[in-house]
C-alpha cells in the first residue's frame, strides 16, 4: 500500500496552540524532552485514523483551556494506493493537493 503524509495540520490541541509539520517520505522521529509535544502529535494522528467514529474531549484537550476556540487537527496524504481510494468511507474527504 502506497501513500505518505504530506501535511500535519494541528491547532489549539493540548499543548499544541498551531502546528504545520510536512513529513517527508520514509522515515521521520519526534525527538525531545517530556512534555513538548510528540504524544499529542501522535494522538492528535489516532484521532484521525482510529477506528472511531466519534470523539468525545474534554475541556483539557484545549490548548491553555480555550474552550472557545475550535480544536482543528487535518492530515494531508499523498500518493494513495487505489485500494484507499476506492473506501466508500473515505469518499467524501478526498481531495486535491497542490505539491508544495
Not at 484537550?61 to 484507499?84: K, W
Amino acid at each position: 500500500m502506497n501513500g505518505y503524509y504530506r501535511t500535519i495540520e494541528i491547532e489549539n490541541f493540548r499543548g499544541i496552540k498551531s502546528l504545520k509539520w510536512h513529513p517527508r517520505p520514509g522515515l521521520d522521529c519526534l525527538i525531545g524532552p517530556g512534555d513538548n509535544g510528540k504524544s499529542t502529535i501522535l494522538d492528535a494522528i489516532d484521532l484521525c485514523l482510529g477506528a472511531r467514529r466519534t470523539v468525545q474531549l474534554t475541556d483539557a484537550d484545549f490548548c491553555a483551556l480555550a474552550v472557545d476556540n475550535a480544536t482543528n487537527i487535518t492530515l494531508t496524504f499523498g500518493d494513495l494506493g487505489p485500494e484507499l481510494k476506492s473506501i466508500d468511507g473515505y469518499g467524501i474527504y478526498l481531495r486535491g493537493y497542490d505539491h508544495f
